[in-house]
């Protein structure tokens, strides 16, 4: 437990640049460094954090603490990969609304997302190698990949990649499978007032319904907070998903930094316990049967059909974090170096990249 609580605070503390950023370090850590898990099992947890509502990169630390301490190291991982970001955005939060204005952090991100950006790239070539299994996984991955980026929806994606490799598999005709329905995400109902009931009602139901990456939420909140609700104005929202992107740990803190604007810290906290608690949930019923339908033939298939999706999403948001991180020759230099220094030395923990990362952009930008 005292091992789960620690990898996982310092993942928590560490996982700069989103969902992707925070996969590519957990299989660093658990598969690479400590070997946990397998590349195999570690793909196939990915691939069920596809199929459920709610944040990904929290759901598979949730994942990978009932793999390795069962129940209770399921609470533990999640609770400790949330609490260092929420820490930070309830601090920030504070500053915002004491001082108006977020304090600027543009130095530190111009060091750690060039860093960010190769830890990914490192992780998403290390998987691959063990998802695409043969000419119909790879096909799939690089059709999804593709689709990602001509903004088809993930969730209709990843369903029919399971099914057709699933039907591949088994030899069954394509046509045969059940058609796949686009997931919406379902309007919640109008609520009077910000109160701490209020928001936990709206925030409960967004992590029960959302599908995709923290940047869907910008879309759902949006929606609902600004525009039906009028909660907040779109420069608060616009706010509150910069401290969610230039915070470590899951996206999905933006709720915290929008609950203390509503409702102070406590507003803050029930903010991040509401939308985080269907994750806990979720993992919950799925992890157990995960070992007994990756026995079938039928559902090892669509496993591999959606880890092979999986990567498809993750490869285009590699590349999407690459545009905005390698902005001149210094990070496109510092970028390169980071891969180098993890391919050539592959048991260095790349936490400690993202440190360095950041201490040059500040030497770089800051003074």
């Given amino acids: 437990m005292r091992e789960v609580a620690a990898v996982f605070l310092k993942l928590g503390a560490t996982a700069f640049g989103g969902p992707a950023a925070a996969i590519g370090l957990m299989q660093d850590e658990v598969v690479e460094r400590r070997r946990w898990v397998d590349r195999q ?6 691939g069920a954090t596809n199929l459920v509502p709610g944040p990904n990169s929290t759901e598979l630390a949730i994942h990978l603490g009932y793999v390795r301490a069962g129940w209770p190291g399921l609470i533990v991982a999640g609770v400790c990969f949330i609490v260092p970001a929420m820490l930070m955005v309830l601090a920030l939060a504070w500053a915002y609304v004491r001082f108006g204005a977020l304090p600027q952090v543009g130095w530190l991100l111009y060091g750690i997302k060039p860093v960010i950006a190769a830890v990914v790239g490192q992780a998403l070539w290390s998987l ?4 695409v299994k043969d000419s119909t996984t790879g096909l799939v991955g690089a059709a999804v990949l593709v689709g990602v980026l001509l903004g088809l929806g993930e969730v209709p994606m990843l369903f029919a990649a399971g099914l057709l490799v699933m039907c591949v598999r088994n030899r069954v005709g394509a046509a045969s499978a059940a058609p796949i329905w686009a997931f919406g995400l379902a309007a919640a109902p109008a609520v009077m007032a910000p109160s701490l009931g209020g928001l936990a009602l709206f925030f409960l139901k967004v992590g029960s319904v959302l599908y995709g990456s923290g940047y869907v939420l910008l879309a759902f909140l949006q929606g609902d907070l600004v525009e039906r609700y009028g ?3 779109s420069q608060q929202l616009l706010d509150a998903v910069a401290v969610g992107q230039f915070t470590p740990g899951p996206l999905f803190t933006t709720a915290t930094f929008v609950g203390y604007l ?3 810290w406590q507003g803050g906290v029930v903010a991040t316990v509401a939308i985080f608690l269907p994750a806990f949930l979720f993992v919950a019923v799925s ?3 995960l070992p007994r339908l990756r026995k079938s033939p039928w559902m090892a298939g669509f496993l591999d059909g959606v880890n092979a999706a999986s990567l498809g999403l993750m490869g285009a948001v ?3 974090l690459g545009r905005a991180a390698l902005v001149d020759w210094q990070t496109v230099l510092l970028s390169l170096a980071a891969l180098w220094v993890l391919l050539r030395y592959r048991r260095l923990n790349s936490a400690w990249l993202v440190v360095a990362g950041g201490v040059i952009g500040w030497l770089l930008k800051g003074i």
């Fill in 128 to 131: 691959t190698r063990t998802a």
């Fill in 262 to 264: 509503l409702g102070g």
């Fill in 287 to 289: 992890g157990p049967l």
């Fill in 231 to 233: 909660w907040l104005t």
């Fill in 41 to 46: 099992t570690f793909l196939d947890l990915l």
């Fill in 318 to 320: 590699t590349l999407m």
